[in-house]
């Protein structure tokens, strides 16, 4: 987690004293903590504090926060009303790495009659320290997600001859918003990338099989052999790539505006869903 990033973090009555505590650690950490309150122990009801929680972080105001209770059962169902909130209720320190690797969470819950302000701190450190892991968790994760109104979502590729990887890439681009524009590779700068044999169907071609698509709603050309171009043009909302690389790697290898969304497609097996494979079989039948 980056240090310039800023947590928010509340309670209610039952959990001032720990929220004071985890406060102190997240200062001692350089993070920018920002404390949403209570400040005294005058009762106060725990739905007010995380659903203004869950409003920050819903919005995409501040990525990350913390809210605590005594059991932290009630903050983690009211925070989770939130469209874009995962609210995690951590009692343990196993699960605090795989909240935050299998399902990217953003709301830490903690109960102060449950756990001690030690396994607290260690609870935080691993939920702190700990990536989400994307692959195979984007696909799930999404699906509990909620997307923007009227969101562009833009992928791309050659896609020479169909095959279940790129329908299932498509299947996932559609899901993340409310229009799929699909860019594909010029047959020049397809020749730049996969040598002088391919493509095996002309663009016109690849464009035609994928406007017949359902799930595509605009097919767009385009020359050069990277996206940097077409994504400045397009400008949507969110792109997907199939690989292996992780969103960051791709938004600084393609020079990906950090207001777009970047989301990367859990693959098939490559070994069996790859264009360059299936030509292959087909010329040993040739």
């Known amino acids: 987690m980056h240090l310039d990033t800023s947590i928010a973090i509340a309670s209610d009555h039952n959990g001032i004293d720990l929220k004071d505590f985890i406060y102190n650690c997240l200062r001692q950490k350089k993070i920018n903590a920002i404390d949403l309150g209570p400040y005294t122990k005058e009762s106060v009801d725990y739905v007010d504090y995380a659903y203004q929680m869950g409003n920050i972080i819903d919005r995409g105001d501040i990525e990350r926060g913390i809210l605590i209770c005594g059991t932290g059962v009630g903050m983690s169902i009211a925070a989770n009303r939130f469209k874009n909130v995962r609210a995690s209720l951590i009692h343990n320190l196993d699960s605090a790495p795989k909240c935050r690797e299998h399902n990217d969470s953003n709301i830490l819950c903690l109960g102060s009659w449950i756990t001690t302000p030690k396994a607290s701190k260690l609870i935080l450190n691993e939920w702190l ?35 279940a990887g790129h329908l299932e890439t498509l299947k996932f681009a559609k899901s993340l918003g409310d229009k799929l524009v699909v860019g594909i590779n010029s047959d020049e700068s397809t020749k730049k990338i996969k040598g002088p044999q391919r493509p095996i169907n002309n663009q016109h071609d690849r464009k035609k099989i994928l406007s017949y698509i359902s799930l595509v709603d605009e097919v767009v050309i385009f020359d050069e052999p990277n996206t940097t171009n077409i ?45 360059t494979r299936v030509v292959e079989k087909i010329k040993q039948y040739a």
């Open 129 to 163: 320290g700990t990536q989400f892991g994307e692959g195979r968790h984007v696909k799930r994760v999404e699906k509990i997600s909620g997307h923007k109104p009227q969101s562009i979502v833009f992928t791309n590729g050659v896609f020479d001859i169909l095959h």
């Open 231 to 275: 994504i400045s043009n397009i400008n949507p909302d969110i792109v997907v790539k199939g690989g292996e690389f992780t969103a960051a790697e791709i938004r600084k290898r393609d020079n990906i505006p950090n207001h777009i969304d970047v989301k990367v497609a859990s693959l098939l097996d490559q070994d069996i869903y790859s264009t």
